[in-house]
């Protein structure tokens, strides 16, 4: 549940529509501004991108957004004409009820791939979420669980920014790599912000956060954030629009940190800091590595201190660097200095990683100011349970 | 064991040293060539790259190589000045025996990286090995069975080329990612080559076969493959060269092949077979993000016919296309073409994944005549326990 912080002026519904299997799974959400919003949206970087992305992306920048549309269950990804026209059928009947232009209705799927949406399904339970949204904080509960898929809670983070509010939700899961995986991040925010500076502004808070997890780092055909902004009054300038931009900044890493974190079959968050290479870019390139590395996860779920599998990764991560440029850290224990290895208590270390649920990593060059900070989540027999029979 | 085509003039060995905690376990191999042999290697892109692929770059290319000493269980990487010298000191051993200077001695070694080498062992195992070595099959199997890690069997792969032959084996197992990963290839010809030819010969051997299968894409500290050549007279030219050249692409082929279908708990040998990117290089990418992909190998690994993984993998491969230029086949069963999802029975292809061992992708691009062949393996709960406590 959230704080009590709610950005003014939206509503939201989470309903039963029938798309899961499971009973009782809320599975279609819509999130609701009473005034036309400035909105901006941050999507995935797939060649293959779904129908839901391509119709939203075709809508953004504006300035009059009314409402997001968003089912799980289906991602509507590799679905062709038919997925189009039914993502474009999905902002329709949101609009119709709320008696403004499709256009001005935004949609977000995940799921499957490749199976057309049942339209019948949505026909009849989108005027069902129209009618059902209000405002709130139960209302916001609804709709965060409406868009869930192997998630096992809600992700939420709310936040006061200046005289104004953030109210943030995601889901994520699997299929998680940069950039932006099945990932769907929704920001909304009472203040009065211009689209452009809106969209600058997500762009900056999409990178180091939600582009900075992974999961299997498998990038997904429908990752979508979007940044709805309903303010009144004069657009925010200077410092207060800086502030702002710090707070969203703030929300999407809390919300991008709780995906890592309750990745499909996490036992462990890891943290993974580099420091000390030439460019943050490099930093980043090196993490991502060591992120997606199945043997550095799976070492971290046998609790086997095995930190050759990280320096390694390092190692072909396609960064030049000397061994004598790189130490490693794992929790508090020096293992790897400029190049040597150090002596270690194995039985210590392996207890620390039973022991505790969140691990940093320490990669520290000698090479510049370069720095990225970066999670992710180690691999356990429950992932591949889970993804061993995701559609049968 | 070989089919009995051995190549001239080299003699093999694989003992128990002790390096390895298992009982009877062999764990130390030479391989030595009575004659001087012409010499090319081939070494892991890693920026940390093992100590023996230090040590064995450096000697090479070389028209004298007469031996080769492999130790498993240590991969000696990660090791500093230490692991350097240590390296040294293990051709020295070899060479002593045998009459040669250390240089011309290549090392090469796989296991856990960042543990100093166990030198007291080495120093009583490698004069043991040097003067067990002898010629034929029982022979090279010891050596190839030394070589193995959590291998389940030797790769072994032998051939007559012209009037010569190849002897081949290599092992594998995990931390397999393009380009090479704790791999270890040997190829011994009693064929005359010139050591310029020899090294043009594997290096372009190398990259469609060896650099073309992954098991988790985690490239190694210690990848090594060696082609000796210790036939004396007139250097191969010509015809006869470039007949020696395929055959040796062939026992490159074969070996990089049993190592991906042996690959760490692997129930299914997956080949990506890519045709019609703009050129192979876009082929070999796009092969490799499906082969990466947790995903699609978990979904293998559970015969779920989940093909939306692969097509979203290809996707986010880096390179560019439309979805309606591409289609895809899983087996016999076309699931996708040129960008629409096609109806198909679920059960059936679920059936044909669990009774299938071999399972074919055919990702098939419309922008060109591009090609890539990439062999992989599917995700199992055995990789994940395998990993989970390697060191521990």
Not at 70 to 88: F, P
Not at 94 to 101: E, F, H, I, P
Not at 157 to 171: I, Y
Request: charged residues 20%; negative net charge.
């Amino acid at each position: 549940m959230s704080n009590g912080i709610l950005a003014d002026g939206y509503r939201y519904a989470g309903i039963v529509s029938g798309l899961r299997s499971e009973p009782n799974r809320r599975d279609l959400a819509v999130i609701v501004s009473d005034r036309p919003a400035a909105a901006a949206g941050v999507f995935t970087q797939n060649q293959v991108c779904a129908a839901p992305v391509q119709v939203s992306r075709a809508r953004l920048p504006r300035t009059d957004a009314r409402a997001v549309v968003i089912c799980s269950g289906n991602a509507n990804a590799c679905t062709g004409e038919q997925g189009l026209a039914d993502a474009r059928r999905m902002a329709e009947l949101t609009a119709k009820d709320l008696g403004c232009s499709p256009e001005q209705v935004l949609v977000a799927s995940t799921g499957v791939i490749g199976r057309p949406l049942p339209m019948p399904i949505l026909e009849a339970g989108i005027p069902k979420a129209v009618a059902a949204a209000t405002p709130g904080a139960a209302a916001l509960d609804d709709a965060a669980h409406a868009i869930l898929t192997t998630d096992t809670k809600v992700k939420l983070s709310t936040r006061r920014s200046g005289g104004h509010a953030l109210t943030g939700f995601a889901k994520g899961a699997a299929m998680i790599g940069p950039n932006m995986a099945t990932m769907l991040g929704f920001v909304m925010t009472d203040a009065p912000v211009a689209p452009a500076d809106l969209h600058r502004i997500l762009k900056a808070a999409v990178e180091p956060t939600f582009n900075c997890i992974s999961v299997e780092g498998h990038t997904s055909t429908n990752d979508t954030v979007f940044l709805l902004a309903n303010g009144t009054g004069a657009p925010l300038t200077g410092a207060a629009l800086d502030a702002f931009a710090a707070d969203v900044l703030a929300v999407c890493g809390d919300l991008a940190k709780q995906i890592a974190a309750d990745a499909e079959g996490a036992n462990h968050l890891i943290t993974i800091n580099v420091v000390g290479t030439r460019t943050d870019a490099e930093a980043r390139t090196v993490a991502k590595a060591v992120a997606d590395s199945a043997l550095v996860k799976t070492a971290v779920f046998g609790a086997d201190p095995n930190w050759g599998r990280i320096v390694s990764a390092a190692g072909y991560a396609g960064v030049p660097f000397e061994e004598r440029d790189l130490s490693l850290k794992v929790g508090p224990y020096l293992l790897y200095e400029k190049g040597r290895p150090l002596p270690f208590d194995a039985a210590a270390v392996s207890a620390y990683l039973k022991a505790n649920r969140d691990i940093p990593f320490d990669l520290t060059f000698t090479l510049g100011t370069g720095r990225c900070t970066f999670h992710t989540c180690d691999l356990t027999h429950e992932y591949v349970s889970l993804n061993a029979d995701y559609t049968t």
